[in-house]
Every structure is written in structure tokens, then in C-alpha cells.
């Protein structure tokens, strides 16, 4: 390090490094690596070959390698693959001494060390020294007995060397360690490969029994067992190993590729009655969800060597095992039980079929809910049905209907179908006290509309009319609400013959306080009087009906009434009914429903009317106009604008005359009416000099004739005014739509403010009436004219003066 003059030592600069951003390529340790090993930068040349050319340098090169590997051992002696590659090195120099003695060394450090014996033993047959080879391999299979290669080496060696005897006693020292399945087949190969049959099948027999004694589940041996025999031509062998296998089975543990076999071997010897008994007897005793591949081989056999009953057999079957593991999943599942029972149904016994059907109707819903019975009690129907259509045994039958009806909880819910079955079946039978005892039971403990309908008509079909009055009578009792109970009832009475019956049945009907259908008991009630053609009954009950309801439908049906009745005057009828309609319908909220009677009257018109009927219905019709309202959403907040249509009709515009443009007129009359009189007044005043007294008072009286006139000229100057303002607010209205339906959410200030004008502007005129002496009243024909002029403009323009109306307030 440098120094200073002063003795202080100097610290050398640092280099700044200005820019501290990564490089944009970046070097990692792996692109090193891989240049480094590119470029080869690491490889060492190889030694170079060393040529031996006499005893003396090959002594020396065997003592540097030997030295070599024995002071690898010397470091680590437990790794085998030094001994192994020492030994292979003598192998190779023909020093098989050498090599057996470091295989002895080596199996004292580590004598069970698979890899090493089977070094050695090759070491051993490649020198063909084969005794040494048995003595090596005899050392191995008593040492590691457990080790399959060394059996398996040591039998193929004395297999090559044709010593057979020496081989089957080694595959005999082998079986006394009862190995693998792969030992015992290798065994038997050997055998049959020296057609040493008997031998084989002895083994076959030691190693079932063996499998017998090891509680050894193994179908697969039973089967090639089995083959074995077969494919040797000994049948009846076969069979019994097939028959045996399923004795030493049993049902505690079945498999289908047993019995598949089984049926295969039977096929093939044409014994095709013993496939069918040995599917069915494995199809009883297998679980359905692992007998699949059974069902598929027996519907291959049926369709290859069966008739179509066996085909429909295999598939019923199939399908019954499937049904079965269904409800055994789920034993509420009664859609499940519905399909099962009606695959039965179709083929098979009847004590077959009642069984499931006990074991059905045993799953009883667990609550009390009609929902969850609601499928449930078909299973009773269906039992019911069975027993008394297929069975034919009306006993049972009347016990499944008693049962069900024993288990139904009547206090809470029942089922009308039920009692009505059961009535019906008793009928059949011709027991019909038991019919109607049984309906007795049903109203008293748990009565219904349907329990009641089913008895009437039952009773009616019996023609037992005292009992039907009865029953309506209890009925009505039970639901005096129901008018189609009043109805029915009333029909009875009315074919029966007792008209006045019939008419107080409904008299009284329509007196009750509550009805559910009070507009159907009405018409049942016209329709009869119309029928019994007491036409003032009809019209007093259209009157009476109308006091009620004004509905349109109803006005409509009293108009057609009146149009239908074979009178002269019923066209004048129903003009008045139509007439009458419309004073009504005039307050009513509805408007599509006075637009409905409308159309209705002029149809009618169209029909039977003159011109000027027509063209009066026609003024009536309204004006269809789109308008727009808030909408209010549920929290109160606004939520924009909507349009609608609504309907003006011209009486109601015509009631609300636009008094405020007819006082703008009666204003503009007197300002016009003023100036005149004014400038009269300077005349006369100008010219009262030269005129005498008489002339004066000549003129005087000419005066009031000309302010008629006047008057006259000026009513039509307002009436043309007041036109043209009209027409001019027309021509607006198509641009002014939407403030128009604005303008409709706050009617009713406009209207009070209206009110308001009106008044004040009726007062002034009053006012200045008195003031100068002139009478200002409208007598009621030119408020009539002005009113009929006003809806003739409204006609020919197309709106009406209802808007005209507020448009000119607007103004």
C-alpha cells in the first residue's frame, strides 16, 4: 500500500461502476458447464496401448493388475463388483483356479449375494466342469432356498445335460418349499414335455391339494386343471375337477369365470342341458353386479342353441337381478318395485309375484305426509288388481283392500281412490250392501269432495235417485261453497221432471254468501230459464245479476239474450240493454271493457241499425293514445318512465268542456265590442251640434239592433278563432307527445288551478255584464251547438277535445 509524506497510509480508489443494470445476457453455471464440456477442455487424452512382447512384461502387467485389485478389495470389501471384475479378469486369462478362489473369498464376505452365485456357477459351466457346477448350486438352493433363479438355473442345467432323473429330483427338493404357482406349472411342463402324463397330473393333484389346505381362493388352477385333462382327452377327469372345484368353493366364495368354463367344457361335449342347469345354478348364487359376464355367455348360448322362450328366459333374468339390486339399494325407491312387479307379472307364479309384493308394501313411507304416499299406495292398487284380474281370488283381494285401508292414518290425510276401488270391486262382486257400507265408512270418517262424487254417481248408475237427493243434500251440507254441487244437483232435479225443484235448488245456490264459482252457478241458472223459455225469469235474473257485477261479459250475454228472444221489439230490446251498458260502463275504471261492449254494439248496429245508429255508435267509439308514467320500484325509488296506451272516449272529453279558451273568446268579443262603442260615442259627440233632439234619440234606438248585429259577428269571429286555435294545437301534439304524459303525473294541480281561472274568469264576466247592462248568460242550445261542433271538429280531425283542452291551458 502506498504512503503519504506524513505517514498516513493511502486506500487505493475503488472503481465506480456506473451502470448497475443486469446484462442482457445473462450467464448461467449450466451454460459454463456445457461450454466447458463443448470445448472439451476436461478430457484427458487416453493411455496409450502398451504392446506386451514377452513372458516377462505379461508377468508384470498381471502382477500391476492384481496388485490393482487387491488393494481395491483391501479398501472396500463389501462391494461385490470388484471381486466380480477380479474374478472375470482371471476368467479371462484361463486362470479358472485363480478365479474360483476369489469367488470363495468373495462369498465368505458376503454369502448371500444372488449375483455371486449365479457368476460363480456360470464360471463353473462355462469350464464344463459340472460336477463343481452341482456342488455350487447345491450350496445355493441350501442357502437361500427362497431364491426361484436357482432352482430354476440348476433344473435347466440338468435338464440340457439329459440327466432326467437328477431334474425331477431337484423339482422334487423344489415342491418340498411348496413355492409359486409358476414352480409347480414348471414341474408339470417338464413332465408332459417327457409325456410323463400320470406323473403331471400327480402334480396337479399335490398342488390342488396344497391350494385346498392353504385356503388358497385360486379358480384360475382349477380351470387350467381342468383343461389339462380335457386337452388330454380324459373327459370325465375334467368334469369331476370342475365339480370338485365348485364343491370346494362352495357359496361362501363363487366366481363366474368358474362356472363359464364350466358351461364352455359342457358345450363343447354337446351337452347343452348341463350348460343351462349350470348357468342358472351360478346366475341363483352369484351377486348381480359380478355375474355380468355369466349373463352375457348365457344369452350368447341361448341365442346359439336355445329357443325363444330360453332367449326371453336369460333376459327376464337379467333384468329381475337388476330390479333386485335396486330395491336393495333403496327400498323406498317404488318406481323400482313398480317396474320389478310388472316384469313378474308377465312371467311368473303367483306365489312368486305375492311375495314381492309383500316385501313392497312392507316399505311403509316413515312420515306422515300424503306426498310421500302418494306413490306408495299404488302398490296397494296394483296388489289389489293382481289378486282379483289375474289371481282371481276375491277373498284376497278384499283383504289387500281392507289391510291398506287399515293402514292409511284417516286423521290426518286419506285416499278417495282407495275407498272408491274398493266400492267398485264390491259392486263386481254383486255385494252391493257392502258397497254402500263401505262409502258410509269413507264420508264418516274422513269426508271429501271426490268420496261424495264417487257415491252420487254410483248411486245414479244404480238409478237410486231418493238416495242421490240425500247425499247432494249432505254434500251441500259438507260444502255449501261448491257451486258445482248446486249445479248438478239442479240437473238432477231438471231431468227428473221437477222444474220448481230445480229453480229453488238454484234460487237458493245463488243466495249463499260465498261461492267458488259464483259466474258458472249464474249462467247454469239463465241457461235453465232460457231453456224452460221463461224469458221474464231470464231478464229478471240478468237485472238481478247486474246489481252485482257490471261486468261487460255480462252485458254482452244480456244483449245476445235480448237479440235471440222471437219478439218484434228485440232489436229495441237489446239497443237499450246496449244503451244501458254504456251509462254504466261510463264510471267504470276498465276501459278495454267499455271499448269491448263497444264494438259489441257496433257490430249489432252494422247488423240490424240504420245509418244514423251506426254513425252514432261510431262518435262513441274513443281514441287510442300513447301516453307515459313514472314506474315506482318496490323501495319507493323511481325506476323511469314507461309507456301505454289508454282511451279517451268523446262523452266523457264532452263533459269537460275547455270553458278557459271560451273565455279567452268572450274576452276577445269585448275588446272588440269596446272600441266600436267608443268610437260611436265621438261621433256622436262631434256631430250632436247639428243634430236636433229627435234625430238623436232616433239613432238611439237604431243602436240596439246593431250591437246584435255586432254580437252576431263577433260570436263568429270567436267560433273561427276558436278553430284555428284548435288546428294549431293539432299540429303541435305530434311534438308535445312526451311533455304531454308528463304533464299527466301532476293533473290534478292543473286541474284545481284550472278550476280556479274558470271561476274567476265566470265572476269578471259577470261583472262587467252587470256593469254595462247586458245579460252574458249561454242559454243551454247554443251550449249545446258549441259542444256539438266541438266533437264534429274532434271527428273530422281525429282527436279529441280533451286534449285540445289541456294543450290550450298548456298555452
Not at 279 to 289: C, F, G, M, N, V
Not at 453 to 469: A, H, N, S, V, W
Request: net charge negative.
Amino acid at each position: 500500500m502506498a504512503s503519504t509524506a506524513a505517514g498516513k497510509q493511502r486506500i487505493p480508489k475503488v472503481a465506480k461502476v456506473k451502470n448497475k443494470a443486469p446484462a442482457e445476457v445473462q450467464i448461467t453455471a449450466e451454460q459454463l458447464l456445457r461450454e466447458a464440456k463443448e470445448r472439451e477442455l476436461e478430457l484427458l487424452p487416453p493411455p496409450p496401448k502398451q504392446k506386451i512382447t514377452d513372458k516377462e512384461e505379461l508377468n508384470d502387467y498381471k502382477l500391476k493388475k492384481r496388485k490393482g485389485f487387491e488393494d481395491n478389495i483391501r479398501k472396500n470389501r463389501t462391494v461385490i463388483s470388484n471381486w466380480i471384475k477380479y474374478a472375470q479378469w482371471e476368467e479371462s486369462l484361463q486362470e479358472v483356479q485363480r478365479a474360483r478362489s476369489i469367488y470363495e473369498r468373495a462369498l465368505d464376505v458376503d454369502h448371500r449375494n444372488i449375483a455371486l452365485w449365479l457368476k460363480y456357477a456360470e464360471l463353473e459351466m462355462k469350464s464344463r466342469q459340472v460336477n463343481h457346477a452341482r456342488n455350487i448350486w447345491d450350496r445355493a438352493i441350501t442357502i437361500l432356498p427362497r431364491v426361484n433363479q436357482f432352482w430354476y438355473k440348476y433344473t435347466y442345467m440338468e435338464e440340457m445335460l439329459g440327466n432326467v432323473a437328477g431334474c425331477r429330483q431337484v423339482f422334487e427338493r423344489w415342491m418340498q418349499w411348496e413355492p409359486e404357482e409358476q414352480a409347480w406349472h414348471s414341474y408339470i411342463n417338464f413332465e408332459l414335455r417327457y409325456k410323463e402324463v400320470d406323473k403331471a397330473r400327480s402334480i396337479y393333484e399335490r398342488y390342488i391339494l396344497y391350494l385346498h389346505q392353504c385356503m388358497i381362493e385360486n379358480v384360475k388352477n382349477w380351470v387350467k386343471f381342468a383343461r389339462f385333462e380335457e386337452r388330454h382327452g380324459y373327459i370325465a377327469h375334467s368334469r369331476r375337477v370342475y365339480e370338485r372345484a365348485v364343491e370346494f368353493f362352495g357359496e361362501d366364495y363363487v366366481d363366474e369365470n368358474l362356472y363359464v368354463a364350466f358351461a364352455r367344457f359342457e358345450e363343447t361335449q354337446k351337452e347343452f342341458e348341463r350348460v343351462r342347469v349350470i348357468y342358472k345354478y351360478a346366475l341363483d348364487r352369484i351377486p348381480k353386479s359380478q355375474a355380468q359376464e355369466l349373463f352375457k355367455n348365457y344369452t350368447v348360448f341361448e341365442k346359439r342353441f336355445g329357443d325363444r322362450r330360453g332367449i326371453e328366459d336369460v333376459i327376464v333374468n337379467k333384468r329381475r337381478f337388476q330390479y333386485e339390486e335396486e330395491v336393495k339399494a333403496n327400498p323406498h325407491n317404488y318406481d323400482a318395485w313398480f317396474d320389478y312387479l310388472r316384469l313378474l307379472e308377465s312371467d311368473a307364479d303367483p306365489d312368486t309375484v305375492r311375495e314381492v309384493y309383500e316385501r313392497a308394501i312392507a316399505n311403509v313411507p316413515p312420515t306422515q305426509e300424503k306426498r310421500h304416499w302418494r306413490r306408495y299406495i299404488y302398490l296397494w292398487i296394483n296388489y289389489a288388481l293382481y289378486e282379483e284380474l289375474e289371481v282371481k281370488d276375491a277373498e284376497r283381494t278384499r283383504q289387500v283392500y281392507q289391510a291398506c285401508l287399515d293402514l292409511i292414518p284417516h286423521k290426518k290425510f286419506t285416499f278417495a281412490k282407495m275407498w272408491l276401488l274398493f266400492a267398485q270391486f264390491e259392486i263386481r262382486q254383486k255385494n252391493l250392501q257392502g258397497a254402500r257400507k263401505v262409502m258410509g265408512t269413507a264420508i264418516g270418517k274422513c269426508p271429501k269432495n271426490k268420496l261424495l262424487k264417487g257415491y252420487i254417481e254410483l248411486e245414479l248408475q244404480l238409478r237410486e235417485f231418493d238416495r242421490c237427493r240425500k247425499l247432494y243434500e249432505k254434500y251441500l251440507e259438507f260444502g255449501p261453497e261448491n257451486c258445482t254441487t248446486w249445479i248438478k244437483f239442479a240437473e238432477l232435479e231438471s231431468i227428473l221432471g221437477d222444474t220448481e225443484r230445480a229453480r229453488a235448488i238454484y234460487e237458493l245456490a245463488i243466495g249463499q254468501p260465498r261461492l267458488d264459482m259464483p259466474e258458472v252457478l249464474w249462467k247454469s241458472y239463465i241457461d235453465f230459464e232460457i231453456e224452460q223459455e221463461e224469458y221474464d225469469n231470464t231478464r229478471n235474473l240478468y237485472k238481478r245479476l247486474l246489481q252485482r257485477t257490471q261486468h261487460v261479459k255480462v252485458w254482452l250475454s244480456f244483449a245476445k239474450f235480448e237479440l235471440s228472444v222471437d219478439s218484434t221489439e228485440r232489436v229495441q230490446k237489446s239497443r237499450q240493454v246496449y244503451e244501458d251498458a254504456n251509462r254504466s260502463l261510463r264510471n267504470c275504471e276498465e276501459k278495454e271493457e267499455r271499448l269491448m261492449m263497444l264494438e259489441a254494439w257496433r257490430e249489432f248496429e252494422n247488423q240490424f241499425g240504420s245509418a244514423q245508429n251506426q254513425e252514432r255508435v261510431r262518435k262513441l267509439l274513443p281514441e287510442k293514445v300513447k301516453k307515459r308514467r313514472k314506474i315506482t320500484a318496490e323501495d319507493g325509488s323511481e325506476a323511469g318512465w314507461e309507456e301505454y296506451y289508454d282511451y279517451i272516449f268523446p262523452e266523457d272529453s264532452a263533459n269537460q268542456p275547455n270553458l278557459k279558451l271560451l273565455a279567452m273568446a268572450k274576452m276577445w268579443k269585448k275588446q272588440q265590442v269596446v272600441p266600436e262603442e267608443t268610437e260611436e260615442e265621438e261621433e256622436e259627440e262631434e256631430n250632436g251640434a247639428g243634430e236636433s233632439a229627435g234625430e238623436r234619440e232616433e239613432r238611439r234606438r237604431e243602436t240596439p239592433s246593431e250591437s246584435s248585429s255586432s254580437s252576431s259577428s263577433s260570436e263568429e269571429e270567436e267560433r273561427e278563432e276558436r278553430e284555428e286555435r284548435e288546428e294549431r294545437k293539432q299540429r303541435e301534439e305530434s311534438e308535445e307527445g312526451e311533455d304531454r304524459g308528463e304533464r299527466g303525473s301532476s293533473t290534478g294541480e292543473e286541474e284545481e288551478r284550472r278550476e280556479k281561472e274558470r271561476k274567476t274568469d265566470d265572476t269578471e264576466r259577470d261583472e262587467r255584464a252587470e256593469e254595462k247592462g247586458e245579460t252574458q248568460k249561454i242559454p243551454n242550445e247554443p251550449q249545446n251547438e258549441r259542444k256539438e261542433e266541438t266533437y264534429d271538429d274532434r271527428d273530422d280531425s281525429g282527436e279529441s277535445s280533451s286534449s285540445s283542452s289541456s294543450d290550450s291551458d298548456s298555452d
